[in-house]
């Protein structure tokens, strides 16, 4: 158990460094000159010079990487250039936003997709089982995106129920917050238990092909019991191990969504960081980005020794 | 080998009869080639010029004559919709194209090296894994800008180690057979036995993989193009064509409904097609069934 756990800890030591390695790599060694990227061909040499000297660039790479690597880690990620304040305030500024987006979109695709996949699961080969597959094969095929556009339509537009977008900010009340933040989280939320959903059917399928569902069933415990208890317990591994994938594309949803409705969270920073060419903040949001889905990945991995007691057995 | 033996020529018989009671397999199959058609027709044939810019005739909901109606500047958007399958049936393509070019390779040598080689490869996808096609494209479009190129490497890029998981599964699943151990006894290196008996035997497997990822590119594209990191205009992309209808919701709903429903068919199309073949090719599931 504790070498399991030890073993995916270092793991994901590991892939955070090789992410970092890429990540330091593609957005400061590729350009060549990142500080002549960032401030375009009509900057004065004074400038850049100043900036270079700013983001440390006449330093050696590997010194560049350590340090730039070390200040990460404490948090120090850097001055931005287009709004010359120190880039974790402006990360958590919109982190206020972006995370409880995502947290609310998990929490809504969690609570559609397992007792969908259950329901179908228990009707397998049923009308309402192909009717729910059915249902889920068209989700998995709709982008978020679109569906978020027409879901402002209907209730913005059309009902005038929500908000068609914008963000009034939690100072305003936390209701206010969520209501802002619920039709993007619909949307994000959707097509993601609709993979979720079928990926628990199918793994309830095959744990309810296994011997001791029979026994619990012959020794005279209620159906639903027995699936909820005993198949749904078991069938939990497969189910995490997507919804830790999940999370890569829940969060790269989450940007692409936060334009729809335009709330100003880490997605939009990002966009405006690229238009602006400030590579101090797209280098930090994408690291952090590419850190959350690592650590998700090593939490779901953990998670495993929690909900399966073989493995904890197993050494 | 290429000669077909009555013996086969059976199980393709066989295989044929099972694919056409295959509902999910059948509809994919018509889907997917409707729209590969309609990609193919565009390039000879749309029923407006969508070069045109008949503004005069901007923003009409649909008609007899403009089925899917016209967008902002008065284009056709069926249309549109033809000539911007092209771009999403390119980007996919080639982005499976080249996850299955490096992936398969890296994960058949994987497989049959395993010890160290097995493991780097494994930490290699952990770590690309964790840049989903969206990361990846900021990244190039902050150095490079934007463009289509943009779009394919990105999800290129992220099909790299989904086939390289498949194939390398596969594989090992492969080696430990008697036949495998003929091969080796009667002489033959890992590189003629990777090519000779495991390849075949995974390339269904692959084609179900291919068809999953072409439809995930397809989806991918879409978002990119949508936030402007992929095709950029005058070239028409289903994803773009959301991006502009996105503010003029109000006054024409359908310059944002077709084109998403455009998508929505095409990947339920590809889904079906791949379901159906993992249906007809696997036989684990062909056993559950």
């Known amino acids: 158990m504790t070498a399991y756990l030890l073993k995916r800890l270092a793991i994901g030591i590991l892939t955070l460094l090789f992410a970092s390695v890429v990540v330091f790599a593609v957005l400061e060694v590729v350009p060549g000159d990142p500080a002549r990227l960032m401030l375009g061909m009509n900057a004065t040499e004074d400038a850049v010079q100043a900036l270079r000297e700013q983001m440390g660039l006449n330093l050696p790479l590997v010194t560049r990487y350590v340090t730039w690597l070390a200040a990460f880690a404490t948090g120090d990620f850097g001055r931005s250039l287009t709004y010359s304040v120190p880039v974790i305030d402006l990360v958590a500024e919109r982190l206020v936003v972006s995370l409880p987006l995502a947290l609310l979109a998990l929490a809504l695709s969690t609570v559609i997709a397992i007792p969908a996949g259950l329901f179908a699961a228990a009707r397998r080969g049923r009308f309402a089982d192909t009717a729910t597959m059915g249902l889920a094969q068209v989700g998995v095929a709709i982008p978020n995106f679109w569906l978020a556009l027409l879901l402002v339509y209907v209730f913005a537009v059309w009902l005038r129920l929500v908000p068609a977008g914008g963000f009034p900010g939690w100072g305003n009340g936390f209701w206010a917050g969520i209501k802002a933040l619920l039709m993007p989280a619909v949307a994000l939320a959707l097509p993601q238990a609709a993979i979720l959903a079928r990926v628990t059917r199918s793994a309830l399928i095959e744990v309810l092909g296994e011997d001791y569902i029979r026994t619990a069933r012959a020794k005279g415990l209620p159906r639903r019991r027995v699936l909820w208890r005993h198949a749904l317990r078991n069938a939990l591994i497969p189910v995490l191990t997507i919804m830790g994938l999940q999370f890569a594309f829940l969060l790269a949803g989450t940007i692409i969504i936060e334009n729809v409705f335009y709330l100003p969270g880490l997605g939009r920073l990002l966009f405006q960081a690229i238009t602006q060419r400030d590579l101090i903040v797209v280098e930090s949001v994408i690291m952090l980005l590419v850190a959350a889905v690592i650590v998700v990945n090593v939490l779901v991995d953990l998670s495993y020794a929690a909900v399966d007691p073989r493995l904890r057995t197993r050494r | ?289």
């Not at chain 2, 397999?25 to 590969?36: D, E």
């Open chain 2, 1 to 289: 080998m290429t000669t077909t033996t009555p013996d086969e020529a059976e199980n393709w018989q066989a295989l044929a009869v099972k694919a056409l009671k295959n509902r999910s397999f059948l509809l994919g199959l018509v889907i997917t080639l409707l729209v590969a058609l309609m990609a193919l027709v565009s390039f000879f044939w749309t029923p407006f010029d969508v070069t045109d810019l008949p503004v005069t005739n901007r923003m009409q909901p649909p008609t007899a004559e403009h089925w899917f109606g016209t967008d902002h500047f008065g284009r056709d958007i069926f249309s549109m919709i033809m000539v911007g399958a092209r771009n999403s049936i390119a980007v996919a393509f080639v982005a499976v194209a080249i996850g299955m070019g490096l992936g398969v390779p890296l994960g058949c040598w994987a497989a049959a090296r395993r010890g160290w080689v097995d493991e780097a490869l494994m930490r290699f996808n952990d770590v690309i894994f964790a840049f989903p096609a969206l990361l990846s494209a900021v990244m190039i479009t902050a150095i490079f800008g934007p463009g289509a190129i943009n779009a394919i490497i990105a999800i290129g890029i992220f099909n790299v180690p989904v086939f390289a998981r498949v194939a390398r599964a596969g594989a090992l699943s492969i080696w430990p057979r008697e036949y495998i151990l003929a091969a080796r006894a009667s002489g033959k290196n890992a590189t003629q036995i990777t090519v000779e008996h495991i390849l075949p035997n995974i390339a269904s497997i692959l084609l179900v993989q291919g068809t999953i990822q072409f439809a995930l590119g397809i989806l991918a594209e879409a978002g990119l193009s949508y936030v402007g990191f992929g095709a950029q205009p005058p070239m028409p992309s289903w994803g773009r064509m959301l991006f502009e209808a996105q503010t003029r919701m109000i006054i024409a709903p359908h310059m944002a409904i077709f084109p998403g429903l455009a998508i929505v068919v095409t990947v339920l199309g590809l889904n079906l097609l791949g379901d159906g073949l993992r249906d007809l090719l696997d036989p684990k599931t062909r056993r559950e069934r």
